[in-house]
């Protein structure tokens, strides 16, 4: 079974920048992966994916411009780069990954991202 795990968060000032990566315990070129975050208090929403044919990413609006998914299917990895981050953007960010057409799987325990001076 896919599993995933999320690194690379921690603690920023406004308007920094941090990359988050999705590393995969086995090949997942196949798959769609999206990145995911959960504030304290709200539901966990999709803000980021990466189609698995093509490369072709999709962004939630509050993020839109300002952060960049990429793949790197040789290093079984999805990275999410976050520039100009704000403190609204504060939360656990999580990765998941499905088939086209299929529920996102393979959750990992999340990264915590903190956006304050």
């Known amino acids: 079974q896919l599993q995933l795990a999320e690194s690379g968060g921690g603690l920023v000032q406004p308007g920094g920048s941090l990359r988050l990566s999705c590393t995969a315990s086995?090949?997942?070129?196949?798959?769609?992966v999206g990145w995911f975050r959960q504030a304290p208090g709200k539901d966990r929403g999709l803000i980021a994916s990466?189609?698995?044919?093509?490369?072709?990413?999709r962004y939630a609006d509050s993020v839109k411009g300002r952060f960049t998914i990429s793949r790197d299917n040789p290093k079984k990895a999805v990275y999410l780069q976050m520039n100009s981050l704000k403190p609204e953007d504060t939360a656990v960010y999580y990765c998941?990954?499905?088939?086209?057409?299929?529920?996102?799987?393979?959750w990992g325990q999340g990264t915590q991202v903190t956006v304050s001076s």
């Open positions: 998941a990954a499905k088939r086209p057409g299929w529920d996102y799987d393979g």
């Open positions: 086995e090949d997942f070129s196949s798959l769609v």
């Open positions: 990466i189609s698995n044919i093509g490369g072709i990413s």
